[in-house]
């Protein structure tokens, strides 16, 4: 190590053919819970309906509790990258794909970051899109993505 004292190599860890898991917590837990049983939740006020995201406790608008409550899975695509070089292990295998914020039709501002499947060409600034949700290779979790419709 050319005298360098105290140094330590790095080592780059093997690719992983498998996408990370979740590590659900208290503000996500209720989120992945749905997506075990089949839908697609996000979280909202009980007080003012609010939808909330990401989940907090209180409603940011009026303090009144929240839970996690299903929504359609019908949006808009907001903005979006398409991603050509492995940027997380386990999805090497769908690039090139596009990753989205897509605004629900439950409420203004009601965004969801998630990956885009279908063609490429499909997908541009405003296009309509459903969610659907897919088991994440490797665990026992279910991911939502969206289509274009």
């Known amino acids: 190590m050319d005298g360098a004292v105290g140094a330590v190599a790095a ?3 093997p690719p992983s053919s498998e996408p990370p898991q979740p590590l659900p917590d208290l503000d996500t837990e209720g989120f992945w819970q749905a997506t075990a049983r089949g839908e697609l939740a996000l979280c909202r006020c009980h007080d003012c309906l609010l939808w909330v995201q ?7 608008s009026c303090a009144g509790p929240t839970s996690f409550q299903p929504v359609s899975g019908i949006g808009r695509v907001f903005s979006f ?3 050509r070089h492995p940027a997380v292990s386990g999805f090497e295998h769908e690039l090139p794909m596009v990753v989205a914020i897509v605004e629900l039709e439950e409420q203004v501002g009601l965004r969801l970051t998630s990956r885009i499947v279908g063609p ?3 997908v541009e600034i405003g296009s309509r899109v459903v969610a659907e949700l897919v088991a994440l290779p490797g665990g026992d979790f279910h991911a939502p993505v969206f289509r274009p419709t």
């Open 11 to 13: 080592v780059a860890a």
């Open 120 to 122: 490429l060409e499909e």
């Open 81 to 83: 990258i398409v991603v």
């Open 54 to 60: 990401p989940p907090l406790e209180r409603c940011p």
